[in-house]
């Protein structure tokens, strides 16, 4: 472990304590329960550490700690009201205060609102912390269940560098380019800042996407392959997401496994990739049978959404032209599901350049126009990258195969649990945290495109990405501030 430790170079550690650093910045500057469902996360911890069960969607409720807090902090007048504040006088804070001190019950009533579904890893591990600061107020346990959340943000920049030193053995300035571009990116930090599984789920995510890079450059061995089964293991117990991402790291197992057969043997198939894919799905196969025997349905609740995916009286169709829709321009033999439209543009560029608290904190609307332009240029700049590099792509067929098999997957899952709830809602679940998983690649894209100037100017233009994406995420930081602080 110590010589694993001392390979890793000092710009990933360096890269690893920005992007800490960074979440502990949001993690003060985002008011207490002011982003997604974070009542939601903190109950379920509560839950597990107070009543020691699993929360249940029958029943509902917070403690009356928790519904103290909330009551105290505004939190209704504020999430989803972008004219809304926190409270801001010294009446209000002694109110908070006093409240918070009274021997309130921290024994909620058994559910966990939207939470409730998910798998229990990221929970159980937000335990310690919240049984750390349990002397203190429910403010103080949050804000160090918060901290542990910027761990793992850590670990997703600390992975994400990792993986980029396989991607592109031959550009080491090109890795960290890729991996402070992960680190200091906004939505990153604002996820990692919070209370929230999506902040392990990214973690465990890059880790993976690193693995498989580090065996499709360096071979597969039963170590690695077994690796590869814990990080999929995990990431379903981390948060029912990660279900996306699992036919592509499945196909990758597969890749490797054949390829590695080639010169060891088939006896490869049932060393290497039958205890990898028995550990991948094996927290599934353990709670199908659980529910089997207890007269439940098969995946439990994830039966019932299943169910309506891939039955229900949809067309497949009209599901494969609302998902195309959900993220591209709508071909000319589609009806219109948007009503016109450009969801690339106005769902999933603009809320990527900047949507904090409950999706209710913008920037004005000039800023994405002007966001356009160096999106543009980066972009073009990864392409010309692509094709200086295109007599090695066509030997890294496979690894590409698998990546962008694990980035459909995930796509095709977040458009398929919104197309459930078309057209009552037309465009839910369009937020690029559920498809942040795939930060791996969005620091490829970046390493790409400072690669693309060569020895003499790429690390001019790397130079310039940083300092860009540090300029949108301390602005995006001030908009966070100016939304509850002005």
């Known amino acids: 472990m110590r010589r694993a430790f001392a390979r890793i170079p000092t710009a990933a550690w360096v890269c690893a304590a920005l992007a800490f650093v960074n979440a502990a910045c949001w993690s003060l500057i985002t008011p207490p329960f002011q982003s997604p469902d974070e009542p939601d996360h903190f109950a379920y911890v509560q839950l597990l550490a107070e009543n020691h069960r699993l929360p249940s969607q029958s029943l509902g409720g917070y403690s ?12 209704s007048q504020v999430r989803f009201r972008p004219e809304g504040r926190p409270i801001s006088s010294v009446a209000q804070q002694h109110a908070l205060q006093r409240d918070l001190a009274r021997p309130l019950s921290r024994k909620g009533s058994g559910g966990a609102g939207l939470a409730s579904t998910e798998p229990p ?46 991607l592109l053995p031959g550009a080491r300035w090109a890795w960290t380019v890729g991996g402070l571009g992960v680190a200091l990116f906004p939505l990153l930090g604002f996820v990692s800042g919070v209370v929230n599984p999506d902040a392990m789920l990214f973690a465990v995510s890059t880790a993976l996407f690193y693995c498989l890079a580090r065996a499709f450059h360096r071979g597969l061995t039963r170590r690695s392959a077994i690796a590869i089964g814990v990080l999929m293991a995990v990431g379903f117990l981390t948060k029912l997401n990660f279900a996306g991402l699992a036919p592509g ?26 205890p990898a894919l028995l550990i991948a799905f094996s927290p599934g196969i353990l709670y ?93 700049l990864c392409v010309l990258g692509l094709v200086k ?19 459909v997957g995930l796509l095709v899952l977040v458009g398929s649990a919104a197309y459930l709830e078309f057209p009552a809602k037309p465009a839910s679940f369009a937020e690029p945290r559920y498809i942040l998983p795939l930060i791996a690649l969005w620091g490829g894209v970046l390493a790409l495109a400072a690669r693309a100037g060569g020895r003499r100017w790429g690390p001019v233009i790397g130079v310039a990405i940083v300092v860009l994406v540090l300029a949108h995420d301390l602005f995006s930081q001030l908009q966070v501030i100016s939304r509850y602080y002005s």
Not at 142 to 150: F, N, Q, V, W
Not at 249 to 263: F, H, M, S, Y
Not at 400 to 405: C, D, E, G, I, K
């Open 64 to 75: 009356q700690e928790e519904t103290l807090a909330l009551t105290d902090l505004r939190n």
């Open 121 to 166: 890893l990221y929970y159980a591990l937000e335990t310690i912390p919240y049984a750390l600061a349990s002397s203190g107020s429910i403010l103080d346990q949050l804000e160090l269940m918060r901290l542990l959340s910027a761990v793992m943000g850590a670990l997703t920049a600390l992975f994400a560098f990792l993986f980029l030193r396989e």
């Open 249 to 274: 790291a499945t196909l990758g197992l597969i890749l490797l496994t054949r390829r590695e057969a080639r010169t060891v043997g088939r006896a490869v198939y049932y060393r290497y990739l039958a």
């Open 288 to 380: 199908g049978l659980v529910n089997l025997f207890s007269n439940h349905s098969t995946f439990g609740i994830a039966s019932s959404g299943l169910g309506s995916l891939f039955g229900g009286g949809h067309s497949s169709s009209s599901e494969l032209s609302y998902i195309w829709q959900f993220y591209l321009p709508r071909l000319p033999w589609m009806h219109s599901d948007f009503g016109g439209i450009f969801t690339t543009r106005q769902l999933w560029f603009k809320y990527l350049v900047g949507l904090y608290g409950w999706s209710d904190t913008v920037f004005a609307g000039w800023v994405y126009n002007v966001a356009l332009i160096p999106a543009g240029l980066i972009a073009t």
């Open 389 to 407: 590099g295109r007599a090695a792509l066509r030997s890294r067929l496979e690894e590409l195969a698998t990546y962008a098999t694990m980035a």
